[in-house]
């Protein structure tokens, strides 16, 4: 096996701040090299610098020994680098057939040759097992059949050097399998793989070899024969791994919310509930486990009014919701930690205080004479005390909270739902992207909030929190509820089985 | 039957300009670029496309240049949307008032000063023999200016551009999913500057046509809504070249429709007359519903290294 | 002995529009030449600039204001009570708009819009040979309705006494004074139509219509659409104008202009007729035929001696 | 970027594109051979030189201000209200319908107007709201359709159902029902008096009332502002309305206080120019007002410069076109993160991080 790429010295700066420090890499041809690392460890940041994405601010990049200047992503292509993004780079508005051919520069024909590009692209899936239809629009197929398109778009340009960028996310367990047999596949011709993941077992099952990235720098490079995923998840975290701190509750008290057969858009498997029927008890944390992107949305969504079920219905507390509009769940204690922060929580361009009185600005603490005025240095001084307690590090409470970062913008949002003093609290991958200390102390006031008696519905794509956290689990699956499980001593087999629909 | 084949003949007439302003603004719709100050464009294309007439003789020179100042004008509003990502309907609104000056300042610069009429000679329509003298569209199709023909070819080659061909079909990824199309190696940023360009050369031609090729003389003012109107017709025709050619028609109708009826005197204030292309502009989109077709990333700044 | 006077000029077309703003500045020209005066001019503004130009040219000092047209009567009239010390001539004002001055400095200059019609009107009836014949208006002033009416009956006596009938289209109104565009299509429809006589009082609009006529003339391979241009000589500058209505402004601008020099800031209406002098018909091209021409002429000599339409 | 850095910007940004604008007209003047220091004296002059002129000034600058707060109100609240003028004309036909059919004169005929132009201003601002929430239009496109619309309708009234006699205009509002001129004197009226207020009344509602507040939101982030609550298209298209009557009463006050009539050409650009001038005023009522201001300025005093000096107007016209050009570039190069880095670097400082 030879060297088929060296990184040397690679950093990437976004304003002050390092996404990669002085990264040292090399890929063997034939290899499939895993990048391990937490969320917001550089990973994709390093990755989008090989395809040439993004510009790295200082090192050097070889390919077969010869250094490469990679100005856009059209450098990469033309030398063999591929790769399938963590956040699928599809046109909704076309088809797979474009989709695959969209960007060709090998291609010399002004017109499109229909026939005998999909030739080709017909060879190409048969070679690796790939059953797709070329004529759907990319809305039309599931996130299984995408991610194909984008492995298809990278081999279909020739790719010698094929990152993929969390592949593994949004498939089933099935197609997961699909997916080793694929790779396997490439590397026996001779190609290589960056593989990019933070779950141990995908990692431990996959890599020739395996590189650990913590907070942007490359803490170690070994082979996978020669570790043990204990070990692995030390060096990625930095820490031991523990288990769960929190004690669980065994049931909670009544039920503070109740979805009575509850449906809406119930043929799509992706955006859709089927059918669903659960409780949430006062002072418990109900988790969803299952792949992102099996009604996880839906469920958060109508459980917070902005949308409405199609059939079934929702009752808070001792009463049936009649109008499904935010406000009128607010008006009944409900909380929402949404899970795009910055689009639905928060209004990036207000400052800190301004998004933490965004509910209560009418009340009387905020504001006199029936709203005619605003109490600004009250607004302000509630703020500062705030900042305090959930400890949200800014420069001052009249920062945009534009400029935070990603876990204090989470905990700005945190504040303003907790201290509504919610009877229900639904929250949204709380700590997808924040550092570990922010992950803990959001963690922490889950807890505290349930143990004050708050029902919590907790819906995460990071089954390890669910598992830390959840007093209760349920498991969704293409919009419907696969099975429940107890929170104390989960049956983890059984709740990731149910997870991939069995 | 006589009455028909001209009121056609009107429309025709009258959409051209639209029509030329209209497929500017889809190609630059299509990069992504909702570029409002299509009314600007052509004004000052129209008269630097009078001018370089009336200067050369030639109506060509006149049109060539009413393009190129289109360009010109249009790269401003290229580098602040593209470049320094301001925002497209801020900054078409500063084209629409940015052209104009210019095009009063240079006439006064050049016509200022005597009161003699400038008029040019028009560019000549051409026959196309024995097909001209088919009934209704002979006229219609066979007998106009160079312009007209181009226009008309200009539909077809968008079609044929946006659905048949490679380049085609990277450029409308540019407005849809730019960060996609970064990725396959699609340069987004010269696509986006490249499609100024074009929205830029066929405003100006737009512009240009009509002190070229249908009004023998310039006033201040001529283009009057054209540019605002053409931008309904994009979304009108559903951003396809085809649907625009008939948005255009449509709106080409009405236009003559109106002075018809006023020529008829019917007895009803002709302003109402006047309004029916606007009413049927909002009837339209109405009925028709918000375009969901439009280009997803229309008007979204792009920016490189953004998350 | 003294500084030379000077005169202003506003305008709200442009002063080569070809038509009415054309005629007017030259008009000033042609006047401040014979007196020695000497002239400003500022065109192309709109309706809300009106009274800020005139008042700029009365704050540096300016001897008198002209306005060309019924549209400037308020701007005039609010300028002519802040500057009480400079006379105002208002083109196609009204009678009654000297009274209003509250400083009696503002003159009407009014040619008779009914003469004016009939010097177009006997000119279109003995002319047409389709028996139809269109009139293109700017906005629908009074003046405007004025010249159609007397267009429309000149037409029909001359027709009359031709042994033919006439047809007068419906006027139509471009809404400015500056869309040629729209002088083009109403043009082509009204030939459509059928209309052969021309007669507009609509500036820009005129040019346009004019172009129009030249295409059918040039497609038809023969002239037989006629315009007829107002309100100066403008044979010439189209194939198809036929002859002009001439209105000497110049002539009633330096009659305002001599009482300025004596002192006198005007405040009465000042009326252009064929009978002195300020309306005449221009020019004949030779697409009229000599007999025609003749019997026209003979009808201008009736109109003159006021016995046109008198039996 | 915090705050008093970013008020900087926003102060420094705009005074630098006006400088940065006069002094290219000034090289345009020089280039036709004008003394350009001459040529900005009678602007100056024009514009502040005496009473009268600084009335005209004021008195020009108040419609301005009308449609300039419209836009500024309708985009703080998120919706691109284009129709100012369309508005702007409704309001000016409803007070004249009033003032001159209704019966009225003096105090009582000013009041019925004025709020007669308001409502009418916000009922036409109504339409493109309801459908932009009811069917999702682009309310850009169909707020200038209904401009188009509002023009041709100001022209059947002042051609048909109001015209007076002689001339398509409409008849003058009696002497006794005109809006009260503050000096007498000087043409600027109660109507400039009004803007001031108005735009203050707007400044205040949006910064200290817990329902600005929430107009505000929402016109930043639609999608929070909804997840948390508030009844977002409702506020949309009250946004559409007051914008709209904002825009209706700075038409009515314009008939009754300095145009009279209904004419061709009334208003015709005040809406586009408004929408400029709120956007240099970075959506700052009260900036907005004195960058209208500004414009009048300009304006009446390049009527003098061109009447002095023969430097024609549109030069003012490309020096007001040139301010807006590079206000907005500057404002979006110094949003640029590129820029933040320069600056950081230029100032041999790091961005202070979040600690
Ligand atoms: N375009 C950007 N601008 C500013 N900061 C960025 C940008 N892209 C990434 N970052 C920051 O750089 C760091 C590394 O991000 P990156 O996406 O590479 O992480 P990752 O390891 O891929 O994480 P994940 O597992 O969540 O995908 C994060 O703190 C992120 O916020
Ligand atoms: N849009 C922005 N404008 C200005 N500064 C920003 C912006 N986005 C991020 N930053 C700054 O860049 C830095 C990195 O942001 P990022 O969200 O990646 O933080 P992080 O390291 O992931 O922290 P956390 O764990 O809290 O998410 C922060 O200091 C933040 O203030
Ligand atoms: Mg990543
Ligand atoms: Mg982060």
Redesign the pocket.
């Given at each position: 096996m030879s060297e088929l790429l060296r990184i040397e010295n690679i950093s990437k700066r976004?304003?002050s701040?390092y996404?990669?420090k002085n990264i040292n890499l090399t890929v063997e041809e034939g290899e499939i090299h895993t990048l391990l690392?937490?969320?917001?460890?550089?990973?994709?940041?390093?990755?989008?610098i090989l395809v040439g994405l993004?510009q790295p601010t200082d090192g050097k990049i070889f390919l077969k020994g010869e250094e490469v200047h990679l100005h856009s992503p059209n450098d990469a292509v033309s030398k063999g680098i591929g790769m399938v993004h963590?956040h699928f780079m599809l046109v909704d508005a076309m088809t797979v057939f474009e989709n695959i051919i969209l960007g060709d520069t090998n291609a010399k024909e002004i017109v499109i040759d229909r026939e005998k590009r999909r030739a080709q692209i017909q060879e190409l899936a048969q070679r690796y097992g790939f059953r797709i239809d070329l004529d759907k629009y990319i809305t039309e197929i599931s996130v299984g059949e995408q991610q194909r398109v984008e492995i298809l778009k990278a081999l279909y340009r020739g790719a010698q050097l094929l990152i993929l960028?969390?592949p593994t996310a949004a498939l089933t367990d099935i197609e997961v399998e699909g997916l080793y047999d694929v790779m396997h596949k490439l590397v026996e011709e001779g190609k290589s793989i960056i593989f990019?993941s933070?779950k141990m077992r995908e990692v431990m099952h996959v890599s020739d070899r395996i590189t650990i990235?913590r907070a942007?720098e490359a803490v170690a490079t070994v082979k996978k024969d020669e570790v043990s995923a204990q070990e692995l998840a030390a060096m990625m975290i930095g820490r031991d791994l523990a288990a769960s701190s929190f004690e669980k509750v065994i049931s909670g008290g009544s039920a503070v919310a109740e979805l009575d057969h509850v449906s809406y858009n119930r043929n799509s498997k992706h955006y859709g509930l089927n059918d669903i029927s659960m409780k949430i008890r006062s002072g418990e944390i109900v988790g969803i486990a299952g792949v992102d992107g099996n009604g996880q949305t839906q469920l958060a969504q109508v459980l917070t009014g902005v949308i409405a079920p199609e059939e079934g219905t929702i009752s808070l507390g001792d009463s049936k919701i009649l109008v499904y509009d935010p406000n009128n769940f607010i008006l009944r204690r409900t909380a929402h930690v949404p899970e795009d922060r910055n689009l639905q929580g928060l209004v990036g361009d207000m400052s800190i205080a301004d998004n933490l009185v965004l509910r209560r600005v009418e009340t009387d603490k905020f504001s006199s004479l029936g709203g005619a005025f605003l109490k600004k240095g009250a607004i302000l001084s509630y703020a500062k005390e705030m900042v305090e307690k959930y400890d949200i590090r800014s420069r001052s409470a009249s920062q945009t909270v534009r400029s935070l970062?990603?876990g204090n913008q989470q905990k700005v949002i945190l504040a303003r739902e907790m201290e509504a003093e919610p009877d229900l609290l639904v929250v949204a991958h709380p700590t997808?992207?924040l550092d570990i200390g922010a992950t803990r102390f959001i963690r922490q006031q889950m807890i505290d909030a349930r143990d004050r008696g708050v029902g919590i519905l907790l819906i995460s794509a990071d089954f390890d929190e669910v598992l830390e956290l959840s007093d209760r689990i349920l498991v969704l699956f293409e919009g419907q509820i696969m099975g429940e499980f107890p929170g104390e001593n989960p049956p983890v087999d059984e709740i990731s089985l149910a997870m991939t629909g069995r | 039957m006589s009455f028909v084949s001209n009121l056609l003949l009107a429309s025709v007439r009258m959409a051209v300009p639209l029509l030329l302003i209209a497929l500017g603004e889809l190609y630059s719709e299509r990069a992504g670029m909702v570029n409002i100050g299509l009314e600007g464009l052509a004004a000052i294309g129209s008269l630097v496309g009078f001018l370089t007439c009336f200067i050369s003789g030639s109506t060509w020179v006149g049109i060539l240049c009413g393009a190129l100042v289109g360009i010109a004008v249009n790269m401003i509003y290229a580098f602040a949307t593209v470049t320094l990502c301001a925002n497209h309907t801020v900054y078409g609104m500063a084209i629409n008032i940015l052209a104009p000056a210019l095009a009063s300042f240079i006439y006064r610069i050049f016509f200022g000063s005597g009161s003699d009429l400038s008029q040019i000679t028009l560019m000549k329509t051409i026959n196309i023999p024995i097909l001209k003298d088919i009934p209704i569209i002979g006229p219609l199709l066979f007998s106009q200016t160079p312009m007209v023909y181009l226009a008309f070819l200009l539909v077809i080659l968008t079609g044929f551009f946006f659905t048949k061909t490679q380049a085609g079909l990277n450029y409308r990824a540019v407005g849809e999913n730019p960060k996609a199309a970064a990725t396959l190696g699609i340069n987004v940023i010269r696509t986006k500057y490249l499609a100024c360009v074009i929205c830029g050369a066929l405003s100006g031609i737009g512009g240009a046509y009509l002190t070229t090729c249908y009004s023998n003389t310039y006033t201040e003012g001529n283009i009057s809504g054209r540019g605002f109107i053409a931008l309904a017709a994009v979304i009108f025709g559903r951003w396809s070249g085809g649907g625009i050619l008939a948005a255009c028609l449509f709106f080409g109708f009405c236009d003559a429709l109106q002075i018809r009826l006023q020529v008829a005197s019917v007895g009803i204030p002709y302003q109402f007359f006047q309004m029916i292309p606007y009413v049927a502009t909002v009837i339209a989109l109405t009925v028709i519903g918000s375009g969901k077709s439009g280009p997803k990333a229309a008007g979204k700044p792009y920016r490189k290294?953004?998350? | 002995d003294e500084a030379p006077k000077k005169i202003a000029m506003i305008c709200d077309s442009s002063i080569n529009d070809g038509g009415w703003g054309t005629a007017c500045y030259n008009a000033m020209v042609q006047a401040c030449e014979e007196r020695g005066w000497e002239y400003e001019c500022t065109d192309n503004i709109s309706q809300n600039e009106y009274y800020d130009s005139i008042a700029s040219y009365c704050m540096l000092g300016v001897d008198m204001i002209y306005a060309p047209g019924n549209q400037y009567t308020d701007a005039v009239l609010q300028a002519a009570e802040d500057y009480p010390d400079i006379a105002f001539a208002l083109l196609n004002g009204a009678v009654t708009t000297p009274d209003e001055a509250v400083n009696g400095n503002v003159t009407s200059m009014l040619p008779d819009a009914q003469q004016i019609g009939w010097i177009a009107g006997a000119m279109a009836g003995l002319m047409s040979e389709t028996g139809t014949i269109a009139f293109i208006g700017g906005m629908e002033l009074d003046t405007t309705l004025g010249k159609y009416a007397g267009y429309t009956e000149a037409a029909q006596f001359v027709a009359a006494a031709e042994g033919k009938e006439i047809t007068v289209l419906d006027p139509v109104y471009a809404g400015s004074f500056d869309a040629s565009d729209k002088g083009i299509e109403f043009a082509k429809a009204m030939i459509e139509q059928g209309a052969d006589v021309f007669f507009g009082d609509a500036s820009a609009v005129d040019s346009g219509a004019r172009q129009a006529i030249d295409e059918a003339n040039k497609e038809a391979g023969e002239v037989k659409i006629y315009d007829i241009a107002q309100p100066a000589d403008f044979l010439g500058q189209n194939e198809c104008i036929i002859t002009s209505q001439v209105t000497d402004n110049s002539a009633m601008i330096a009659v305002t202009m001599e009482g300025v020099e004596n002192g006198d800031l005007g405040g009465e209406t000042i009326f252009g007729s064929l009978q002195n002098g300020g309306l005449s018909a221009g020019a004949i091209s030779d697409l009229v035929p000599a007999e025609v021409q003749e019997k026209y002429n003979t009808y201008i000599q009736q109109m003159i001696d006021g016995e046109f339409m008198a039996e | 970027m915090d705050n008093s850095r970013k008020n900087l910007v926003n102060i420094f940004v705009p005074v630098l594109s006006i400088l940065l604008s006069i002094l290219i007209g000034m090289i345009i003047m020089a280039f036709l051979k004008a003394n350009p220091v001459t040529a900005v004296k009678y602007l100056v002059i024009g514009a502040f030189g005496t009473k009268q002129n600084l009335g005209t000034t004021l008195t020009r600058a108040t419609p301005l201000i009308f449609t300039a707060l419209c836009a500024c109100f309708a985009y703080r609240c998120g919706v691109f209200n284009l129709g100012g003028e369309g508005q702007f004309i409704m309001g000016s036909i409803a007070a004249c319908f009033v003032s001159l059919k209704f019966g009225l004169t003096g105090i009582p005929a000013v009041i019925v107007a004025l709020v007669c132009g308001t409502v009418a201003g916000g009922l036409w601002g109504a339409i493109p709201g309801v459908l932009k929430i009811t069917r999702g239009q682009n309310e850009m496109i169909i707020s200038i359709m209904f401009n188009y619309i509002a023009t041709l309708l100001m022209g059947v009234v002042y051609t048909n159902w109001l015209r007076e006699g002689s001339v398509p205009q409409t008849a003058q509002v009696p002497k006794e029902s005109q809006l009260a001129r503050i000096v007498p004197g000087i043409r600027v009226t109660w109507g400039f008096v009004i803007a001031i207020v108005i735009g203050l009344l707007i400044y205040y509602f949006l910064f200290w009332t817990s329902l600005g507040f929430k107009f505000r939101a929402v016109g930043l982030n639609q999608t929070a502002s909804r997840f948390n609550g508030y009844p977002v298209r409702r506020y949309m298209l009250s946004a559409f309305i007051i914008s709209g009557a904002v825009a209706g009463l700075g038409g009515a006050g314009e008939l009754m206080g300095t145009q009279f009539r209904l004419i061709n050409g009334f208003a015709s650009g005040y809406g586009f120019d408004g929408v400029a001038m709120a956007l240099i005023g970075q959506l700052n009522p009260i900036a907005t007002m004195f960058v209208a201001l500004f414009f009048a300025a300009l304006r009446t005093g390049s009527t003098t410069m061109q009447a002095a000096t023969g430097v024609p107007t549109s030069v003012s016209d490309i020096i007001q076109a040139l301010v807006i050009v590079f206000t907005v570039a500057g404002m979006a190069l110094t949003q640029l993160?590129e820029f933040s880095t320069f600056i950081g670097r230029f100032f041999g400082r790091k961005e202070a991080q979040a600690v």
């Amino acid at each position: 096996m030879s060297e088929l790429l060296r990184i040397e010295n690679i950093s990437k700066r976004f304003g002050s701040f390092y996404a990669n420090k002085n990264i040292n890499l090399t890929v063997e041809e034939g290899e499939i090299h895993t990048l391990l690392g937490e969320n917001g460890a550089g990973k994709s940041t390093l990755m989008n610098i090989l395809v040439g994405l993004y510009q790295p601010t200082d090192g050097k990049i070889f390919l077969k020994g010869e250094e490469v200047h990679l100005h856009s992503p059209n450098d990469a292509v033309s030398k063999g680098i591929g790769m399938v993004h963590q956040h699928f780079m599809l046109v909704d508005a076309m088809t797979v057939f474009e989709n695959i051919i969209l960007g060709d520069t090998n291609a010399k024909e002004i017109v499109i040759d229909r026939e005998k590009r999909r030739a080709q692209i017909q060879e190409l899936a048969q070679r690796y097992g790939f059953r797709i239809d070329l004529d759907k629009y990319i809305t039309e197929i599931s996130v299984g059949e995408q991610q194909r398109v984008e492995i298809l778009k990278a081999l279909y340009r020739g790719a010698q050097l094929l990152i993929l960028d969390e592949p593994t996310a949004a498939l089933t367990d099935i197609e997961v399998e699909g997916l080793y047999d694929v790779m396997h596949k490439l590397v026996e011709e001779g190609k290589s793989i960056i593989f990019i993941s933070h779950k141990m077992r995908e990692v431990m099952h996959v890599s020739d070899r395996i590189t650990i990235l913590r907070a942007g720098e490359a803490v170690a490079t070994v082979k996978k024969d020669e570790v043990s995923a204990q070990e692995l998840a030390a060096m990625m975290i930095g820490r031991d791994l523990a288990a769960s701190s929190f004690e669980k509750v065994i049931s909670g008290g009544s039920a503070v919310a109740e979805l009575d057969h509850v449906s809406y858009n119930r043929n799509s498997k992706h955006y859709g509930l089927n059918d669903i029927s659960m409780k949430i008890r006062s002072g418990e944390i109900v988790g969803i486990a299952g792949v992102d992107g099996n009604g996880q949305t839906q469920l958060a969504q109508v459980l917070t009014g902005v949308i409405a079920p199609e059939e079934g219905t929702i009752s808070l507390g001792d009463s049936k919701i009649l109008v499904y509009d935010p406000n009128n769940f607010i008006l009944r204690r409900t909380a929402h930690v949404p899970e795009d922060r910055n689009l639905q929580g928060l209004v990036g361009d207000m400052s800190i205080a301004d998004n933490l009185v965004l509910r209560r600005v009418e009340t009387d603490k905020f504001s006199s004479l029936g709203g005619a005025f605003l109490k600004k240095g009250a607004i302000l001084s509630y703020a500062k005390e705030m900042v305090e307690k959930y400890d949200i590090r800014s420069r001052s409470a009249s920062q945009t909270v534009r400029s935070l970062s990603g876990g204090n913008q989470q905990k700005v949002i945190l504040a303003r739902e907790m201290e509504a003093e919610p009877d229900l609290l639904v929250v949204a991958h709380p700590t997808r992207g924040l550092d570990i200390g922010a992950t803990r102390f959001i963690r922490q006031q889950m807890i505290d909030a349930r143990d004050r008696g708050v029902g919590i519905l907790l819906i995460s794509a990071d089954f390890d929190e669910v598992l830390e956290l959840s007093d209760r689990i349920l498991v969704l699956f293409e919009g419907q509820i696969m099975g429940e499980f107890p929170g104390e001593n989960p049956p983890v087999d059984e709740i990731s089985l149910a997870m991939t629909g069995r | 039957m006589s009455f028909v084949s001209n009121l056609l003949l009107a429309s025709v007439r009258m959409a051209v300009p639209l029509l030329l302003i209209a497929l500017g603004e889809l190609y630059s719709e299509r990069a992504g670029m909702v570029n409002i100050g299509l009314e600007g464009l052509a004004a000052i294309g129209s008269l630097v496309g009078f001018l370089t007439c009336f200067i050369s003789g030639s109506t060509w020179v006149g049109i060539l240049c009413g393009a190129l100042v289109g360009i010109a004008v249009n790269m401003i509003y290229a580098f602040a949307t593209v470049t320094l990502c301001a925002n497209h309907t801020v900054y078409g609104m500063a084209i629409n008032i940015l052209a104009p000056a210019l095009a009063s300042f240079i006439y006064r610069i050049f016509f200022g000063s005597g009161s003699d009429l400038s008029q040019i000679t028009l560019m000549k329509t051409i026959n196309i023999p024995i097909l001209k003298d088919i009934p209704i569209i002979g006229p219609l199709l066979f007998s106009q200016t160079p312009m007209v023909y181009l226009a008309f070819l200009l539909v077809i080659l968008t079609g044929f551009f946006f659905t048949k061909t490679q380049a085609g079909l990277n450029y409308r990824a540019v407005g849809e999913n730019p960060k996609a199309a970064a990725t396959l190696g699609i340069n987004v940023i010269r696509t986006k500057y490249l499609a100024c360009v074009i929205c830029g050369a066929l405003s100006g031609i737009g512009g240009a046509y009509l002190t070229t090729c249908y009004s023998n003389t310039y006033t201040e003012g001529n283009i009057s809504g054209r540019g605002f109107i053409a931008l309904a017709a994009v979304i009108f025709g559903r951003w396809s070249g085809g649907g625009i050619l008939a948005a255009c028609l449509f709106f080409g109708f009405c236009d003559a429709l109106q002075i018809r009826l006023q020529v008829a005197s019917v007895g009803i204030p002709y302003q109402f007359f006047q309004m029916i292309p606007y009413v049927a502009t909002v009837i339209a989109l109405t009925v028709i519903g918000s375009g969901k077709s439009g280009p997803k990333a229309a008007g979204k700044p792009y920016r490189k290294e953004e998350r | 002995d003294e500084a030379p006077k000077k005169i202003a000029m506003i305008c709200d077309s442009s002063i080569n529009d070809g038509g009415w703003g054309t005629a007017c500045y030259n008009a000033m020209v042609q006047a401040c030449e014979e007196r020695g005066w000497e002239y400003e001019c500022t065109d192309n503004i709109s309706q809300n600039e009106y009274y800020d130009s005139i008042a700029s040219y009365c704050m540096l000092g300016v001897d008198m204001i002209y306005a060309p047209g019924n549209q400037y009567t308020d701007a005039v009239l609010q300028a002519a009570e802040d500057y009480p010390d400079i006379a105002f001539a208002l083109l196609n004002g009204a009678v009654t708009t000297p009274d209003e001055a509250v400083n009696g400095n503002v003159t009407s200059m009014l040619p008779d819009a009914q003469q004016i019609g009939w010097i177009a009107g006997a000119m279109a009836g003995l002319m047409s040979e389709t028996g139809t014949i269109a009139f293109i208006g700017g906005m629908e002033l009074d003046t405007t309705l004025g010249k159609y009416a007397g267009y429309t009956e000149a037409a029909q006596f001359v027709a009359a006494a031709e042994g033919k009938e006439i047809t007068v289209l419906d006027p139509v109104y471009a809404g400015s004074f500056d869309a040629s565009d729209k002088g083009i299509e109403f043009a082509k429809a009204m030939i459509e139509q059928g209309a052969d006589v021309f007669f507009g009082d609509a500036s820009a609009v005129d040019s346009g219509a004019r172009q129009a006529i030249d295409e059918a003339n040039k497609e038809a391979g023969e002239v037989k659409i006629y315009d007829i241009a107002q309100p100066a000589d403008f044979l010439g500058q189209n194939e198809c104008i036929i002859t002009s209505q001439v209105t000497d402004n110049s002539a009633m601008i330096a009659v305002t202009m001599e009482g300025v020099e004596n002192g006198d800031l005007g405040g009465e209406t000042i009326f252009g007729s064929l009978q002195n002098g300020g309306l005449s018909a221009g020019a004949i091209s030779d697409l009229v035929p000599a007999e025609v021409q003749e019997k026209y002429n003979t009808y201008i000599q009736q109109m003159i001696d006021g016995e046109f339409m008198a039996e | 970027m915090d705050n008093s850095r970013k008020n900087l910007v926003n102060i420094f940004v705009p005074v630098l594109s006006i400088l940065l604008s006069i002094l290219i007209g000034m090289i345009i003047m020089a280039f036709l051979k004008a003394n350009p220091v001459t040529a900005v004296k009678y602007l100056v002059i024009g514009a502040f030189g005496t009473k009268q002129n600084l009335g005209t000034t004021l008195t020009r600058a108040t419609p301005l201000i009308f449609t300039a707060l419209c836009a500024c109100f309708a985009y703080r609240c998120g919706v691109f209200n284009l129709g100012g003028e369309g508005q702007f004309i409704m309001g000016s036909i409803a007070a004249c319908f009033v003032s001159l059919k209704f019966g009225l004169t003096g105090i009582p005929a000013v009041i019925v107007a004025l709020v007669c132009g308001t409502v009418a201003g916000g009922l036409w601002g109504a339409i493109p709201g309801v459908l932009k929430i009811t069917r999702g239009q682009n309310e850009m496109i169909i707020s200038i359709m209904f401009n188009y619309i509002a023009t041709l309708l100001m022209g059947v009234v002042y051609t048909n159902w109001l015209r007076e006699g002689s001339v398509p205009q409409t008849a003058q509002v009696p002497k006794e029902s005109q809006l009260a001129r503050i000096v007498p004197g000087i043409r600027v009226t109660w109507g400039f008096v009004i803007a001031i207020v108005i735009g203050l009344l707007i400044y205040y509602f949006l910064f200290w009332t817990s329902l600005g507040f929430k107009f505000r939101a929402v016109g930043l982030n639609q999608t929070a502002s909804r997840f948390n609550g508030y009844p977002v298209r409702r506020y949309m298209l009250s946004a559409f309305i007051i914008s709209g009557a904002v825009a209706g009463l700075g038409g009515a006050g314009e008939l009754m206080g300095t145009q009279f009539r209904l004419i061709n050409g009334f208003a015709s650009g005040y809406g586009f120019d408004g929408v400029a001038m709120a956007l240099i005023g970075q959506l700052n009522p009260i900036a907005t007002m004195f960058v209208a201001l500004f414009f009048a300025a300009l304006r009446t005093g390049s009527t003098t410069m061109q009447a002095a000096t023969g430097v024609p107007t549109s030069v003012s016209d490309i020096i007001q076109a040139l301010v807006i050009v590079f206000t907005v570039a500057g404002m979006a190069l110094t949003q640029l993160p590129e820029f933040s880095t320069f600056i950081g670097r230029f100032f041999g400082r790091k961005e202070a991080q979040a600690v």
